[in-house]
């Protein structure tokens, strides 16, 4: 990846304070931009933690699935069935998503460039005074 390109990507950097209780105070735009509520994932890689959005269970999704099968015209045991068989299959669909994010935050940890390192060089990389 060309420095231009490192420029290019939205990586913002903001030092935050570590309370006595190792707490962290996550800044009120960040908090918002990514929909956080309660908790979020914390995943060590490269010496980077990197926190990301926990999605919950929406329970609207069972609804949608339900409508659905209804619409197709299930009812009784079989709609039961069917729901059984296609919730079964999110699972696994929500996993694969879960790695394909892992795979990105990993990547994304290891291609990481902070602008700053530029800014605060002192030009003498392995070269003696």
Request: proline share 4%; hydrophobic share 35%; net charge negative.
């Amino acid at each position: 990846m060309s420095k231009a390109e490192q420029e290019n990507l939205s990586i913002e950097k903001r030092r935050i304070t570590i309370s006595s209780k190792r707490q962290i105070t996550i800044p009120a735009k960040y908090y918002k931009a990514l929909g956080l509520v309660k908790e979020v994932d914390c995943i060590y890689s490269n010496d980077m933690l990197i926190l990301t959005p926990v999605k919950n269970e929406d329970p609207a999704f069972a609804e949608e699935i339900l409508s659905d099968l209804i619409k197709q015209g299930y009812s009784g045991e079989k709609l039961l069935a069917e729901f059984k068989r296609i919730n079964r299959q999110i699972r696994p669909a929500v996993e694969k998503l879960i790695e394909e994010a892992d795979a990105l935050a990993k990547n994304s940890s290891q291609n990481y460039y902070d602008p700053t390192d530029d800014i605060f060089d002192d030009g003498d990389d392995d070269q003696e005074a």
